[in-house]
């Protein structure tokens, strides 16, 4: 199956820096593999995941539909992301600065979606996604384009100074030098979500389960900025 034919998902509390959504994306962006009306273009009102029913698991992890323990009707209770854009004041959309520092007020939370679209350098070496706890790392992310002539996505948590045990076995690398890109955070109770240019990519587990405690998104390294938006799925 095609990942990246994808369905998409409604969001809320839109909250955005920088440009425009994904070229050809709606105006609500969406994580890869979740139901929706409207519709991906192309795709029948309201299906289900091929083969399966309205409201399909998610890919390659069959037996748990959607997000655990959680209703399929509007209005999933949980906290209200700050409304706003996001980034310096008068930066022109298509600019944002990296360095990229976002503050989370309500911290992260079931259901927080983070789409991040930009495009790495020519000459990339690496590039960081940090969510953080104060001064710990409670998600770290690490692409890396030539570590001994591999390419490797490394995953990580440091938690009182101390990092804990990398992360790297990937199906793919999915980010190109010079390309731009789509990245998806999805925030579970259990776990980060990952998907690159509508494909699911990996899962984190959280190290750190106080998600309310994780106030801060930090972007750097080999790549430019367009936008960057926190919403809540539904």
Same mark, same amino acid.
């Given at each position: 199956?095609? =990942?990246s034919d994808a ?12 440009g ?5 994306q709606?105006?609500n962006?969406?994580w890869?593999?979740? $139901?929706a009306n409207p ?5 029948p009102n309201?299906?289900?995941?091929p083969?399966?029913?309205y409201?399909p698991t ?7 539909p959607g997000q655990?323990?959680q209703p399929?009707a $509007?209005g ?6 700050q409304?706003?854009?996001?980034g310096?004041?008068?930066q022109?959309?298509?600019a ?11 911290g992260a939370y079931?259901?927080m979606?983070i ?10 070496k690496?590039?960081?996604?940090n969510?953080n706890?104060g001064?710990?790392i409670a ?16 995953r ?5 100074n101390?990092?804990?045990k /990398? /992360?790297?076995?990937i ?5 190109v ?6 990245l998806?955070?999805?925030c579970t109770?259990? /776990?980060f979500k990952?998907?690159v ?5 990996? /899962?984190y587990?959280h190290?750190?389960r106080e998600l ?5 998104l930090s972007?750097?390294n080999?790549?430019?900025? #367009? #936008?960057v938006?926190?919403e809540? =799925?539904?």
């Amino acid at each position: 199956m095609d =990942l990246s034919d994808a369905l998409d998902f409604p969001q809320q509390n839109n909250q955005q820096a920088g440009g425009p959504v994904w070229p050809g994306q709606p105006a609500n962006p969406t994580w890869p593999g979740q $139901p929706a009306n409207p519709t991906w273009p192309a795709q029948p009102n309201q299906p289900g995941w091929p083969g399966q029913p309205y409201q399909p698991t998610w890919p390659g992890q069959p037996g748990q539909p959607g997000q655990p323990g959680q209703p399929s009707a $509007p209005g999933w209770p949980g906290p209200a992301p700050q409304a706003g854009p996001y980034g310096a004041p008068g930066q022109a959309p298509g600019a944002l600065t990296v360095p990229f520092d976002l503050p989370l007020q309500s911290g992260a939370y079931n259901k927080m979606i983070i789409t991040i679209i930009g495009e790495i350098k020519p000459n990339a070496k690496h590039f960081t996604v940090n969510l953080n706890r104060g001064n710990d790392i409670a998600f770290h992310l690490n692409p890396r384009f030539n570590e001994d002539g591999k390419q490797v996505i490394v995953r990580n948590s440091m938690i009182g100074n101390q990092w804990g045990k /990398e /992360e790297r076995q990937i199906p793919s690398f999915p980010f190109v030098p010079g390309k731009p890109f789509e990245l998806k955070i999805l925030c579970t109770d259990t /776990e980060f979500k990952v998907a690159v240019n509508k494909s699911h990519l990996l /899962e984190y587990k959280h190290r750190i389960r106080e998600l309310n405690q994780i106030r801060a998104l930090s972007i750097f390294n080999d790549l430019t900025l #367009s #936008s960057v938006n926190v919403e809540t =799925l539904q």
